[in-house]
């Protein structure tokens, strides 16, 4: 099943510079493991080396964090869009 | 973060008790430096390292000192006038100081600020009466400097855009005040300066005004180690736009920080030290504290841009 993963600008030199790609999964735990084929190096960007998902990044489920979902266990429709948010605002000043 | 007042024991601040001052605007500058003795057992015995607490600025970070010394620019050469409104992009430091100066000073502040930033921001900018903007998250702080940019030029008569990313008075602000205190502060023994890099206008400001003093006191710089990091305040800068103001040039060397370990040195600061400070101060301690082991002797100081009340609502202090 397809989804819409919006990727952030620290990320987009893995993605050939794209903002929104699509993955394939039925949980958000393997989107992230097919984003990792489509654009390798991407995971441990996201992922501490036990997979858990790194402090400073949030992912949403459309609008909900998957902190308060059930994590990388969250359960994707068709359709959804899944985005990679930056805990801090992109390190300003 | 003020500690300061209660129950202080004045016998061991040096100069006494601090006179009044006529104005909140006099209290910026003249932080604290402090030796940092416990997270430091294992450096080798000849190097010190002492840390600036620039969160004892009345707006809580470094950031008051150029944002003061930006404004004032402005108003001595007539870009700035009670018609303008201050505008820049900043969801951090900067755009706190802007907000509490523009609120002192009586300007009206408009701040660009990526949609992603934490609530107690967002409240803080606007106790001090100040518009927020918000520009999408997924494009970061270089979003929100793009918005900021097509607001002033859609209407440029409307603001004082202050940028801190390009003005060089960001830079003379600690040109004119870190840079002195330190020398004065460390009575000239100071070998080298440590410093994490947003703007990079403390570390080329500073670091000027050491070289100038004695030209072989080394300046080196603090950054993320990648592209995606949660550092607040930093930027990596090679996947950023690199600031005007920052000369890398200028710099002795580069050290890289780790996210997960500069958290981990800003719990023990908290824990070890009794100092709670931003993790970009644990960044920084991380790179001197990487420095000292490669040094005989020195004295090393290292700059604490903020304290951690502000990220009380992050990851920071989960072990
Ligand atoms: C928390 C924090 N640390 C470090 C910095 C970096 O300071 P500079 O912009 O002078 O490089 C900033 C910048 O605002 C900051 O907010």
């Known amino acids: ?93 | 973060m003020d500690t300061r007042v209660a129950g202080a024991d004045y016998r061991t601040r040096s100069g006494g008790v601090r006179e009044a001052v006529g104005s909140v605007i006099d209290l910026v500058g003249n932080t604290p430096l402090v030796n940092i003795r416990n997270v430091t057992r294992d450096i080798p015995p000849g190097v010190e390292i002492y840390a600036k607490l620039e969160g004892y600025n009345p707006g809580g970070s470094v950031k008051d000192r150029p944002a003061l010394k930006m404004i004032e620019d402005a108003e001595k050469a007539g870009r700035l006038t009670k018609d303008k409104i201050i505008l820049d992009s900043t969801s951090g430091n900067t755009g706190i100081a802007y907000a509490w100066i523009g609120a002192h000073k009586g300007y009206r502040v408009e701040l660009v600020v990526p949609g992603n930033v934490s609530e107690e921001r967002k409240k803080m900018l606007s106790a001090y009466g100040a518009k927020v903007i918000f520009s999408d998250p997924l494009e970061g702080s270089d979003g929100a400097i793009r918005l900021c940019w097509k607001l002033y030029v859609d209407n440029p008569e409307k603001y004082c855009k202050l940028d801190q990313y390009n003005n060089p008075s960001n830079p003379l602000a600690h040109y004119e005040t870190t840079g002195p205190e330190i020398i004065a502060q460390t009575e000239g023994r100071i070998t080298h300066f440590v410093a994490s890099i947003g703007t990079g206008g403390t570390i080329m400001g500073t670091g000027r005004r050491l070289k100038e003093f004695r030209k072989d006191i080394k300046v080196i710089a603090v950054e993320p180690d990648s592209p995606l990091h949660g550092l607040e305040g930093l930027k990596h800068m090679a996947s950023s736009i690199v600031p005007g103001i920052y000369h890398e040039e200028e710099l002795d060397d580069k050290i890289p920080a780790d996210t997960e370990e500069s958290y981990e040195m800003t719990r023990r600061l908290a824990k070890e030290e009794g100092i709670l400070a931003g993790q970009s101060s644990g960044a920084a301690l991380l790179g001197a504290l990487r420095l000292a082991r490669t040094l005989k002797e020195g004295l090393i100081v290292v700059m604490f841009p903020d304290g951690g009340d502000k990220y009380l609502s992050t990851r920071v202090w989960e072990d």
């Open chain 1, 1 to 93: 099943m397809a989804v819409k993963v919006r990727i952030p600008t620290p990320l987009r030199k893995l993605t050939e510079g794209k903002d929104e790609v699509t993955a394939e999964g039925t949980t958000v735990r393997e989107v992230i493991d097919d984003l990792e084929k489509r654009y390798p190096g991407i995971k441990e960007r996201i992922c501490e080396e036990d997979g858990s998902i790194r402090k400073f990044v949030n992912l949403y489920v459309n609008d909900e964090d998957i902190r308060f979902k059930l994590n990388l266990d969250t359960e994707l429709k068709e359709g959804d869009e899944l985005s990679i948010i930056p805990a801090i605002a992109g390190g300003m000043c």
